[in-house]
């Protein structure tokens, strides 16, 4: 087997809007955790406390592989 390039974006539900965006990584089929740098989207904001949807997508074709929703835990100003 052979293992799946994939980005990971983090949106808001309602509108779509992107917040943060992963660089591609390669991901092995044996299921290993690994760890995914998330990088913020220029100019972007939201509050402390959004509902927001955590995203894993095949980087070649945009397909959804998996996805959870999440809290954002401080306020996205203060990510700096």
Do not use: T, Y
Request: aromatic residues 2%; negative net charge.
């Amino acid at each position: 087997m052979m293992g799946r390039q994939v980005v990971v974006k983090v949106v808001e539900p309602g509108s779509g809007r992107r917040l943060f965006k992963s660089q591609g990584h390669m991901l092995d089929p044996d299921g290993r955790p690994v760890a995914i740098a998330l990088d913020r989207e220029p100019n972007e904001a939201c509050a402390r406390g959004a509902r927001l949807q955590l995203e894993v997508r095949d980087a070649d074709n945009d397909e959804l592989l998996d996805h959870c929703e999440i809290d954002l835990k401080v306020d996205l100003e203060e990510w700096d």
